[in-house]
T-cell receptor, first 113, second 113 residues
């Protein structure tokens, strides 16, 4: 099994709050992804880190700020979010240049009040 | 423009019978295809994939067929079990590692006992 952990599982925040989502993996996979998924919709890519460098930013608003401090950790910093940002935020990993399959974590359910 | 299409939002089958989920794509640059299964409020689980150099890949009860000329793939589940009830997403990408996955909108499969 490919294990990707995400914390917290649930998060409720106000529009003025600052919070962070965390993703951790110990598979040594070198590509890490943030996706956003709204109800009854497919996952939408937000960011890709490849070998700890940001390689894809899908024109995400600056109120979402990703960070990859090392090869095992991926953070998503949140600030001044809007209620429409409420969604399931998913982290995924892949082997980078050597792999095509992406493996997802359980997600963080975010509610913005 | 929807590059990956799953035209059936839902499918209902009897336990023990075959489930066939379909997916079409428009982008001829896609050369790697994946199927994911998703339960509510959980991350997608990788099921099976296929490269464009193959036309079939099998893993236990799951078989994926690829028809490149028709830009069509299908997932067969035999025999279907009630635990297979979930939303199934088809996804496509270009090979080479940390490239973007493009998802279809999903098909909700219900397997009735």
């Amino acid at each position: 099994d490919t294990e990707v952990t995400q914390t917290p599982k649930h998060l409720v925040m106000g529009m003025t709050n600052k919070k962070s989502l965390k993703c951790e993996q110990h598979m040594g996979h070198r590509a890490m992804y943030w996706y956003k998924q709204k109800a009854k919709k497919p996952p939408e890519l937000m960011f890709v880190y490849s070998y700890e460098k940001l390689s894809i930013n899908e024109s995400v608003p600056s109120r979402f700020s990703p960070e990859c401090p090392n090869s095992s950790l991926l953070n998503l910093h949140l600030h001044a979010l809007q209620p429409e940002d409420s969604a399931l935020y998913l982290c995924a990993i892949s082997q980078g240049r050597a792999g095509n399959e992406q493996f997802f974590g359980p997600g963080t359910r975010l509610t913005v009040l | 423009d929807q590059q990956v299409k799953q035209n059936s939002p839902s499918l209902s089958v009897q336990e023990g019978r075959i489930s066939i989920l379909n997916c079409d794509y428009t982008n001829s640059m896609f050369d790697y295809f994946l199927w994911y299964k998703k339960y509510p409020a959980e991350g997608p689980t990788f099921l099976i994939s296929i490269s464009s150099i193959k036309d079939k890949n099998e893993d236990g009860r799951f078989t994926v067929f690829l028809n490149k000329s028709a830009k069509h793939l299908s997932l067969h589940i035999v025999p279907s079990q009630p635990g297979d009830s979930a939303v199934y997403f088809c996804a496509a990408k270009t090979q080479g590692g940390s490239e973007k996955l493009v998802f279809g909108k999903g098909t909700k499969l219900t397997v009735n006992p």
